[in-house]
C-alpha cells in the first residue's frame, strides 16, 4: 500500500483501497500493451478513483487482487478495465457532418456501382460504444437503400471491447432523452415505443438492429475480418492512443479499404504526421491514397 496516499484519505475521511505505487506501474504497461491506452504518472489518482468500482464489484478487497486478475485471465477483464479508465460518450448523429457527406455523397455513389457490379456494401464503425453510431449509420443506409430502390447486400459491422458497451449496443434501447440529435421524423419512423420492462423507452427498429452486427473486438489485436469496408469510422477512440499505436492502426485500416475508401475520425483527432497512406478530404474525413 502507498503510505503517503493512504494517509490523505485518512486525513481526508475515505476509505476503501488504495493503488500502490508498484500496481499503478503495472496497470500502466498492462494498459498500454492491451488497450493502447498511455497513462501519464499524472493519473495515478484517476485510476485507483476509477478502478475502486471494479473491485467492489469483483469483490476483490485491494488492488494487488486486482492486478494478479489481470495477470492470470487478463482477457476476461480488459474491457471493463478499459471502460473504466476511457470513456464511452457518444450520441445519435454524432459529428453529423458526417452523416451528411454519406447521404448526399458517398451512399449514392457506391450504391450506384453496387448496382453495377452486384457488389457487397460495408461499413464498418470501430469503437462503437452503445450502438448510437451504427445506428445513426443504419438510418443513413436504410433511407439510401430504399431510395435506390434495389436489394443490395449491405451490413454495418459494429466493434468495441467495453463489454457493457457492447451489451447496450445489443440492446438497442434508449432513453428517449439520449434521441436529442434524432429528427422527429427519424424518430416516429426508426424507433418504437418501449412495452413492459422498457415502457418510456425508445427502441431501435427491427429494420435498423438487421444491418448491424454487434460483435467484440480489441483495435490492439487480430481482427478476424478480412475486408474490404466502403467506409471505416474510427471516431473519438484514437484519442487515447499515442503515436506509434496509432500509426499502426491507420496502416492496419487501409488494408481493409479499397483506393478512395474514407475513414472517419473523431472531431478532435487527425492523421497528421501519422499516415501518408491516407489525405484530408473534408473534416476529420479521409481516403485512402488512390496511387
Ligand atoms: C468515446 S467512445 C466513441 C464512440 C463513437 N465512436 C463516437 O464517436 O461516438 C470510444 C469507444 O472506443 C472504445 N475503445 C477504446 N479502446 C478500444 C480498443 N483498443 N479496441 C476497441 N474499442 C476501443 C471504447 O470502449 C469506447 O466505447
Not at 29 to 41: M, N, W
Not at 117 to 124: N, T, V, Y
Not at 227 to 250: E, H, S
Amino acid at each position: 500500500m502507498n503510505a503517503v496516499a493512504s494517509q490523505d484519505q485518512a486525513t481526508a475521511g475515505l476509505t476503501g483501497p488504495v493503488l500502490g505505487d508498484d500496481e499503478f506501474q503495472f496497470l500502466r504497461t498492462f494498459v498500454y500493451q492491451h488497450c493502447g491506452i498511455a497513462l501519464s504518472e499524472q493519473k495515478h489518482q484517476l485510476v485507483q478513483g476509477r478502478l475502486v468500482r471494479r473491485l467492489r464489484a469483483l469483490g476483490l478487497k485491494g488492488f494487488d487482487a486486482y492486478c494478479q486478475l489481470l495477470r492470470t485471465d487478463p482477457d476476461s477483464e480488459l474491457g471493463e478495465l478499459a471502460s473504466a479508465i476511457s470513456t464511452n460518450v457518444t450520441a445519435f448523429f454524432r459529428e453529423v457532418h458526417h452523416f451528411e457527406a454519406l447521404t448526399n455523397e458517398m451512399l449514392p455513389r457506391w450504391l450506384e456501382q453496387k448496382r453495377r457490379e452486384g457488389d457487397r456494401l460495408r461499413i464498418w464503425s470501430a469503437g462503437c460504444s452503445s450502438g448510437e453510431e451504427p445506428y445513426s449509420l443504419a438510418m443513413v443506409l436504410a433511407e439510401a437503400l430504399e431510395r435506390c430502390g434495389r436489394s443490395i447486400d449491405a451490413k454495418i459491422l459494429a466493434t468495441d471491447l467495453s463489454p457493457a458497451a457492447l451489451a447496450a449496443a445489443q440492446k438497442g434501447v434508449y432513453p428517449i432523452e439520449r434521441l436529442e440529435g434524432v429528427s422527429a421524423e427519424r424518430r416516429h419512423r426508426w424507433f418504437l415505443r418501449g412495452e413492459g420492462e422498457y415502457a418510456g423507452l425508445a427502441c431501435v427498429h427491427p429494420k435498423l438492429r438487421e444491418l448491424v452486427t454487434i460483435a467484440p473486438l480489441n483495435l490492439l489485436h487480430d481482427w478476424p475480418m478480412q475486408g474490404p469496408f466502403d467506409a471505416i469510422l474510427c471516431r473519438n477512440v484514437v484519442i487515447y492512443f499515442d503515436q506509434p499505436t496509432k500509426q499502426k492502426l491507420f496502416r492496419r485500416f487501409a488494408r481493409l479499404l479499397p483506393a478512395g475508401g474514407p475513414l472517419f475520425l473523431g472531431h478532435s483527432e487527425s492523421m497528421h504526421g501519422l499516415s501518408d497512406e491516407f489525405e484530408l478530404i473534408g473534416r476529420t474525413i479521409y481516403r485512402k491514397k488512390i496511387a
